[in-house]
């Protein structure tokens, strides 16, 4: 009866528990994210900048937004914020504006974003992204592979200079797929042959122009200080044009 | 290195796990009767799974990963606890115990058995073990010197069925794209194409410009496939 009565009170005391420490962090949403005049607080003391201006406030999800701002000296910047412990907190930020990779959980796909804040003095009027993995070959023994080269384009039409984009569905598709390749299954196949271990890279790259077409570079754009508390911040680079000549493309 | 807690389960696995986890019921419940002194059953569950530590030699048969027991630590544990300071109730659980360590050579059956199951129940070299069901099926650019084309899904599952294996000159289709001699050979991809039902094996596809080829990356190998008529077509 004794031991009944111990079980029974722990029992309680374990739901008890639950119900008070995990539930309110699943019920109440963190809110709307803190104040421009917060965030600049925090901005500055992550970065060598005074703020002038927080341009926009884009929520991604709950948990998540990008804070594109202006410096006092002019330079484009960029924030991005995640809820941490129910509380909004910086997660990133750089005194530049260059196209960044910005992955929520660097493990999904699904939850890569684009994000940039272009300088008008570049005079950017388009940017094409772009998906690359790289062609390569291997020979072991009989066993031929050969790895056809990505390179899949993703149009951004620049009504703002700045902006947050999730990766486009078949960039998804593609980087779950050589995941589940690379992945060991049931069976036991852990990436042993060669196409799993080096090759297999999935890059990110852009290609801005002008209002010319022209290919250009962006100068004024670029930053020189970023600072990361826990995010995945992956620099998107620029692509030499002659990249697409060679590759017959346009 | 990162790791991915996804269960992923194939079927031949699955049957000689069911079979491994039957013997183990069979055998308990068989010493369970026999003995005149009945042990508390939860506990001689307890002791079984104890006794199944053991210092062990992992190595991979066939890809699959298997491993030798060799020193039976765990019930060094239990003779240790147990039978020091009770030698009776050690004799009622003894059986318990080794009965748990000799499940390692168990599992270690199932382990070499599995791929040569596997292999009877599918045919790793056959394009349709990969490509089963393609009624989902969806074809993407994936390279930008093509145009964009939509895939005739019942033409693919058609030529699927006659397609031949071929060789392939890997370098030469390396060079040849490299030199800017030609495009990508391979600009598009299949997404939502599945292996044979049960057996977990993962794909990629890329289709041939000319509609007519498939490169599939497997796991472990690569096959290319050419069929008679395209399986792509123009857009409306």
Redesign the interface.
């Known amino acids: 009866m004794k031991k009944k009565l111990l079980i029974g009170t722990l029992l309680l005391l374990v739901v008890l528990l639950t119900t008070v420490f995990i539930l309110p962090f699943n019920i109440t949403k963190p809110g709307d994210p803190p104040e421009n005049s917060v965030l600049k607080k925090e901005i500055e003391s992550s970065l060598p900048v005074e703020v002038d201006q927080i341009i926009d406030r884009q929520q991604v999800s709950d948990n998540h937004a990008f804070f594109p701002f202006i410096t006092e000296e002019g330079q484009r910047g960029m924030s991005v914020w995640k809820v941490e412990n129910r509380k909004w907190t910086i997660g990133a930020s750089d005194n530049g504006g260059e196209p960044t990779l910005w992955k929520i959980d660097p ?1 999904d796909p699904d939850t890569f974003n684009m994000i940039y804040n272009l300088h008008p003095d570049d005079g950017v009027d388009k940017i094409d992204f ?1 998906s690359k993995r790289d ?5 072991a023994g009989e ?4 790895v ?6 993703e149009e951004v039409d620049l009504s703002r200079s700045y902006g947050v984009h999730p990766i486009p569905e ?1 960039w998804k ?2 980087q779950h ?2 995941g ?2 690379a ?1 060991s ?9 060669p ?2 271990s080096t090759n297999n890279h999935i890059q990110t790259l852009y290609v801005p122009y002008d209002d010319e077409g022209e290919h250009i570079r962006l100068e004024q754009t670029a930053g020189d200080h970023s600072f990361s508390n826990g995010e995945q911040m992956d620099l998107i680079i620029w692509m030499d044009p002659l990249e697409l000549e ?5 | 290195m990162s790791y991915n807690f996804e269960w992923s389960w194939n079927l031949p696995e699955i049957i000689l796990l069911g079979i491994a986890y039957s013997i183990f019921i069979i055998i308990f419940t068989s010493l369970y009767k026999k003995q005149s002194e009945k042990p508390h059953i939860g506990k001689a569950l307890l002791i079984s799974f104890g006794g199944f530590i053991s210092f062990s030699i992992d190595f991979h048969f066939q890809e699959y990963p298997v491993s030798i027991a060799v020193l039976p630590l765990g019930v060094w544990f239990l003779i240790f606890f147990i039978k020091r300071s009770d030698e009776e109730r050690w004799r009622i659980y003894r059986g318990y115990a080794w009965l748990g360590f000799g499940f390692n050579y168990v599992f270690l059956l199932t382990g070499l058995l599995t791929p040569l199951l596997f292999n009877l129940m599918y045919n790793k070299n056959d394009p349709t073990t990969y490509l089963a069901h393609t009624d989902e099926a969806d074809v993407h650019l994936s390279h930008e010197s093509a145009e964009p084309q939509i895939l005739h899904n019942e033409r693919l599952a058609a030529e699927l069925k006659n397609a031949q294996i071929e060789e392939f000159d890997s370098v030469g289709w390396h060079r040849e794209a490299e030199d800017g001699e030609e495009k990508e050979r391979f600009p598009y991809v299949l997404s939502g194409v599945e292996a044979e039902s049960g057996s977990d094996l993962k794909a990629v596809t890329f289709v041939e410009k000319d509609g007519k080829g498939l490169l599939i990356q497997t796991q472990n190998d690569q096959l290319y496939v050419r069929t008679e008529q395209s399986v792509l077509e123009k857009g409306e």
Do not use: V
């Open positions: 493990e772009y062609r390569n070959y291997h020979i066993y031929q592979t050969y056809p080269q990505i390179m899949s384009k078949l598709e593609l797929q050589q589940a390749l992945q299954n049931g069976n036991g196949r852990r990436g042993l042959s196409i799993n060679e590759e017959q493309i346009q």
